[in-house]
């Protein structure tokens, strides 16, 4: 059964297909026969807006089940119940999502049997948003897709082009055979890698890694410090990440405000020289380094050894330059592995390429500030990997899931 699912990871798996009104949920009909194609058991349940869309008859045909729409059938009384419903999907796709529906999602609001559901649902939830340009880019709606994102909802995003509206921009729902793929990834191979919780396989074991993170603390005086606004996240994720598959690791951490992820070695510094010091000691004798820490490129030139008094007139700081981590060992890396991280506000690609080659990374994870929900603090991010081979870009996802995509690339680096 399991070589079976590896080939096909949607046959025999319960999948409950959630339509809202959307002009999209004509896709829907596709959806569910490309579901059912490979294998899968397909449910639907309709909010009652969506019946004017798609006719409840077209899609109980294709999923070869009776259409869920209300609570109970006014007819009989039979009670339609979400509860079990949520525990018997192993899937819960909800394509086409409107915007209302993301917004009580996000609120916990119950108001029909798709949404009831949603909150009884223990298996993953999967969402493909359907909107106008502008009801996609709207602030209430990104808020809206990040908490649901937090919670561990997975999005497969919208894609750009002519939309219903006649307007052209970014809300068309996704195909239907990219969001079968996307659902087939997760319950087949991807799924123990994409969910956070579940006992991940000890593939890095043996395997020891040095990972830093955080921002460095550059002092002025015994008070004031040059910092930024790394929060840490994305690196912990990593390293926790790769300790959940095995690897032995050393976490050199800058100021985070962040708990140690489980079995992982963390070693605390403040200064980019001390990052540096511990950083090239913990990669001596480590298969790889991972390099998501904001590291200062300029420290003062002097520490006053006492608090600087403040004066009338204007105050000079003179800066040096840091040493650069990332590319020492890159210099002296001799066949194992590097990654960096390069967040760019500007020309991101080509930043990262430069980057890539001048500090020797096999991969470089490229965040530009400029997309929603990437970079700082959040517990989210939008990444591309590139590579001497060329470039991948991820949709947006939780760090804990970029983490989980990274350490799928450092497996591929030991597999060679
Ligand atoms: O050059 P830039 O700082 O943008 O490069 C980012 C990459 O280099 C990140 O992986 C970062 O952790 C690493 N880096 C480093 N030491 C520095 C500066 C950056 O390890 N002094």
Known sequence: METQRMMRPLAGRRILLGITGSIAAYKAAVLCRSLTTAGAEVRVVMTPLAK?????????????????????????????????????????????????????????????????????????VVVAPAMDLDMYAHTATQENLHRLLERGVRIVEPEAGELASGLTGKGRMAEPAEIAAYVAALLGEGASSADATAEKEKTLRGKRFVVTAGATIEAIDPVRFISNHSSGKMGYAVAGELAARGAEVVLVSGRTALPTPEGVERRDVLSAAEMYD?????????DGGVMCAAVADYTPCEVADRKLKKSDDDLTITLRRTKDIAAELGARKAGRLLVGFALETDDEEAHAEAKLVRKNFDFIVLNSLRDAGAGFRGDTNKVTFLDASGREALPLLSKAEVAARIVDRIERFFER
């Open 52 to 124: 004017q869309f798609i006719t409840p008859l077209t899609m109980a045909t294709l999923s070869k089940n009776p259409i869920l729409v209300e609570f109970f059938d006014p007819e009989n009384g039979a009670w339609n119940s979400h509860v079990s419903l949520g525990l018997w999907a192993d899937c819960y796709l909800i394509a086409p999502a409107t915007a209302n529906t993301l917004a009580k999602m996000a609120a916990g609001i119950a108001d029909n049997l798709l949404l009831t559901t949603y909150l009884s649902a223990r298996c993953p």
């Open 278 to 286: 511990a950083t090239l000691a913990a990669y001596e004798d480590a």
